[in-house]
């Protein structure tokens, strides 16, 4: 089960599919639309897609109605060829798929990305920050407090009734140990997102596509790929652009800055940047077309990753390494999993403004070393390539249903 857009985790979600479907595997997902036919099924690169009409009013009722939505669809999808596996990635759409006696008769294996109720809670903080009036945010601490126990709840509901869980990396395995206390870790597989080698790889003519993004011959290209939310670190990102451009650092008065990603806050960022002194160095893109996207990674000079908090894996970092770009991150979430394999420069000292400004110059100052280097692409293949992962996340649910089917046969054979 999905959702309907493709980026981010959204991304994973669709490239593992897309794959499982070509070994030979009938893969069907599960999605809510607020822009297609209600029941519709779509044939996505060899997944069956099918949407139910979602409507966003009261979290409770829209909980709900996803509940209910997942539930038909799945019920159908069952009657019409038996499920081997069930994979869920949101527990909104979930929680009652899993919960069921049909549910429970299934191996079923969710990939836990990040605790959402966390990101609830980081969200309402940041909200009650920027709200003014006293009364409103008593109103709005009221308000909050159950949806975020409510969350916490529907994540350890498709916890427990796992049979094996997903996870992308060592960190995300940690929230499930201090959050979920009552979920077996034994369950827990770790196996890394992927990246497609083919789509994210260097330009054979670089001149020529940042000429076709409009960017100076000697300019300094910095490319950060985000939404545009509190905890993606882009406010952090933007004032350390205006240090590095005062500072001394070689090349410091070239450096530019492109942000791709949509989101609540881009507004205020254009209005950071603005009182900076340094919109003419800082691109907000919006939301740009995969094609675009991909040439700004092949264009860029670095890649910033500034996060603050709950970087389940890292998407974007590999997708930037993939196409030999060096990445600077901050220490959140899995962010050093990732960079700490390589070059411990170009991790921040921690997520303020001032870290990353100081990495972005100790880059600056060492990045001729990486002269004809393809150290980072050669990592991203060797350790993420999509179709090795693929390779191992069937491994992993082969294995996982075999041992299903002996525990529910064993059961039948005892009566249990």
């Known amino acids: 089960m999905c959702p309907e857009f493709i ?14 479907a070509a070994k030979g595997h009938s893969i069907d997902m599960i999605v809510s639309t607020r822009t297609y ?3 519709s099924v779509e044939d996505l690169d060899g997944i069956r897609v099918h949407r139910y009409t979602f409507r966003r009013v009261h979290p409770a009722y829209s909980t709900a109605q996803h509940l209910r939505n997942t539930y038909a669809a799945f019920q159908e999808i069952h009657s ?4 081997d596996l069930i994979g869920i990635h949101d527990t909104h759409l979930g929680l009652k798929t899993a919960t069921s006696a049909l549910g429970r008769s299934i191996c079923q294996i969710p990939t836990y990305h990040a605790p959402s109720f966390l990101e609830y809670r980081f969200d309402t903080e940041r909200k009650l920050e920027a709200e003014p009036s006293p009364l409103r945010r008593a109103v709005t601490r009221m308000g909050a407090l159950p949806l975020e126990r409510m969350q916490w709840r529907f994540e350890r509901g498709v916890l427990r009734a796992a049979d094996g869980i997903l996870v992308l990396s060592r960190y995300t395995r940690g929230h499930i140990e201090r959050n979920f206390p009552d979920v077996d870790t034994g369950k827990v597989k770790i196996i890394p997102s992927g990246v497609d080698i083919e789509r994210f790889s260097p330009a054979e003519d670089r001149a020529s596509v940042r000429e076709s993004l409009g960017f100076a011959s000697d300019s300094i290209q910095l490319l950060s790929v ?4 509190p905890r993606m670190g882009l406010g952090n990102l933007i004032r350390a652009i205006a240090l590095v451009r005062g500072g001394d650092a070689p ?14 806050l881009m507004e205020s960022l254009k209005s950071l940047a603005s009182e900076l002194g340094i919109s003419e160095h800082v691109d907000l893109a919006g939301r740009v077309l995969d094609e675009d996207l991909d040439r700004h990674y092949k ?9 603050t908090d709950l970087e389940g894996f890292g998407i974007s970092t590999v997708e930037a390494l993939s196409a030999n770009l060096p990445v600077v ?7 050093p999993e990732i960079l700490g394999q390589i070059d411990e420069r170009l991790l921040t000292e921690d997520t303020s403004s001032e870290a990353i400004a100081a990495a972005i110059c100790r880059w600056l100052r060492w990045r001729d070393e990486d002269g004809g280097t393809t150290r980072y692409r050669d990592f991203a293949v060797e350790n993420y390539a999509w179709d090795d992962v693929a390779d191992r996340v069937e491994e992993y649910y082969s294995s996982e249903i075999s041992s299903f089917r002996k525990r529910r046969d064993g059961d039948r054979l005892t009566g249990g």
């Not at 019409?80 to 499920?83: C, D, G, I, K, W």
């Not at 985000?226 to 939310?229: D, K, N, W, Y």
């Open 299 to 307: 264009a860029a000079d670095l890649f910033v990753l500034p996060t």
């Open 226 to 229: 985000r939404r545009l939310a």
């Open 80 to 83: 019409r060829e038996p499920v």
């Open 7 to 20: 980026g981010g985790t959204y991304s994973y979600i669709y490239e593992l599919g897309r794959r499982l």
């Open 329 to 335: 991150g901050t220490p959140a979430g899995a962010t």
């Open 251 to 264: 090349g410091a008065d070239r450096v530019n800055l492109t942000i791709c990603g949509r989101g609540e």
């Open 37 to 39: 036919e209600d029941g």
